[in-house]
């Protein structure tokens, strides 16, 4: 099994900065990406960004291009989900999730593993 556990969200003003994280633990794979996800209630989980893990190649979602940058520390196992810029549109809960695969895919059912979540609220 693997274990993903997300923080760093919270309430801030729109344009506000936030740095996600995700720590994982667990089992390991030959390799793997690791990406983020959100979803705002009554709405679809959406994809925002993910990084193989090995070669740290990136993919952003068109809504956050630009303003998110994805990366991650082989150390400690973790992934992080800068947001610059925020918007109250960006408002839901974050999950992060890894996929098996060796290419960065961008639809939730790919990805085995998730997270609890963590909020991020933009206020206007």
């Known amino acids: 099994q693997v274990q993903l556990v997300e923080s760093g969200g919270g309430l801030v003003q729109a344009g506000a900065t936030l740095r996600l994280s995700c720590a994982a633990s667990?089992?390991?794979?030959?390799?793997?990406?690791m990406g983020w996800f959100r979803q705002a209630p009554g709405k679809e989980r959406e994809f925002v960004a993910a990084i193989t893990w090995s070669a740290g190649i990136t993919r952003y979602g068109d809504s956050v291009k630009g303003r998110f940058t994805i990366s991650r520390d082989k150390v400690k196992n973790t992934v992080y989900l800068q947001m610059n810029s925020l918007k109250p549109e960006d408002t839901a809960v974050y999950y992060c999730a890894v996929d098996v695969s060796i290419m960065v895919r961008t639809t939730p059912a790919s990805y085995e593993y998730w997270g609890q979540g963590t909020q991020v609220t933009v206020s206007s």
């Open positions: 667990g089992r390991t794979f030959s390799s793997y990406v």
